[in-house]
């Protein structure tokens, strides 16, 4: 005879609530998962995005197929994502800034609040230019802004892009103006400063570490207040060092699951993120080569890292003019 007291009425309730959790978190995809990564392959969203989804695959038993599809600075692979079927097999990737500044920009009626994120690295930006270049530092490249404004051309991969971002942070920091290049992803740009197309690019340390260590691109600075140290080159001195008092917010990139997916699915990649991608040595490693920071985050974290870069980044380009909607009128206050 069983005699259920209510301590032990509890633990058994308990038990079933943790049994039907854990139950509904093991998430099996039966078909194929699509990324869709809005940019050109070889940029560093791209070159990330497949380290990761190759370590999921390990876990998910199933295959990850990644899709570029680029246009409108990222907007439209974001796009077809968000508008995909809410079942769970297309996710997006990409910075978490241009995610959380398509509304302002007036490209993309969404915020990083409609999104799960799971994040995988930061990217750091460089200022490389071409080795055929006149300028050896980044003090001479900004006294060469000055005298010829809008003159000196700067390749990136689209307005909302990391390398847009941070040309118009120098730009508004040094009273300057440059004229801008597009392209449809980091990696076409860099070729297009390899090429001449251009004299400088903006675009991540990813994207143009092998274009460094075969000195076709000349690295004057990284886009913010720490130096960067690339294996087969050396170190790249802050951009705090030419412009006192210089700071650019954390860019973190990873993948992007629209809210409203059935809760099995965030469940079982809550888990993953938590047990396994945190702990990833093919994901540490590519960072590491890469001159990136290993930055495994999910969940609430998550929201809370990638705001100041969104913050920051919205209110440049309201001061820039180029906002469409007011960073403060979809929650995003003024720094």
Do not use: C
Not at 61 to 68: A, E, F, S, T
Not at 132 to 149: C, F, G, S, V
Not at 193 to 222: F, H, S, W, Y
Not at 282 to 302: D, I, S, T, V
């Amino acid at each position: 005879m069983t005699i259920r007291t209510p301590l032990r009425r509890s633990l058994l309730a308990a038990g079933l609530v943790f049994a039907s959790t854990a139950a509904m978190a093991q998430w099996k995809p039966d078909k194929p998962i699509s990324i869709i990564v809005p940019w050109a392959a070889g940029g560093s969203t791209d070159q990330v995005t497949r380290v990761t989804a190759a370590e999921l695959e390990k876990h998910l038993n199933q295959k990850i197929v990644i899709l570029n599809q680029p246009g409108a600075s990222g907007s439209v692979g974001t796009k077809n994502a968000f508008e995909a079927p809410r079942d769970g097999y297309t996710w997006a990737a990409g910075g978490a800034k241009d995610l959380g500044t398509y509304k302002v920009l007036g490209m993309l009626d969404t915020s990083a609040k409609d999104w799960h994120l799971y994040l995988n690295v930061a990217h750091i930006a460089v200022v490389g230019v071409n080795a055929d270049a006149p300028y050896k530092t980044m003090d001479e490249l900004i006294a060469a802004m000055k005298a010829k404004p809008g003159a000196v051309a700067v390749a990136t991969a689209g307005v909302n892009s990391s390398g847009h971002s941070a040309i118009e942070a120098i730009a508004r920091a040094t009273g300057t103006s440059y004229k801008h290049v597009t392209y449809d992803g980091g990696n076409p740009a860099v070729i297009a400063t390899v090429a001449g197309e251009t004299e400088v690019t903006t675009q991540l340390a990813a994207e143009q570490t092998d274009m460094i260590r075969a000195k076709k691109i000349r690295p004057l600075a990284v886009v913010g207040d720490k130096p960067l140290e690339i294996e087969g080159h050396g170190t790249i001195p802050p951009l705090s060092q030419f412009i006192p008092g210089f700071k650019d917010p954390i860019n973190y990139f990873g993948i992007f699951v629209p809210k409203g997916v059935p809760p099995e699915v965030t469940q079982t990649l809550d888990k993953l993120w938590a047990a396994e991608i945190s702990k990833s040595d093919a994901l540490r490693k590519y960072a590491q080569g890469r001159g990136a920071m290993f930055a495994p985050m999910a969940g609430e974290e998550a929201q809370k890292a990638v705001f100041p870069a969104i913050q920051a980044y919205a209110w440049t380009q309201q001061a820039a003019g180029k906002a469409k909607v007011s960073p403060d009128t979809v929650g995003i206050p003024k720094p």
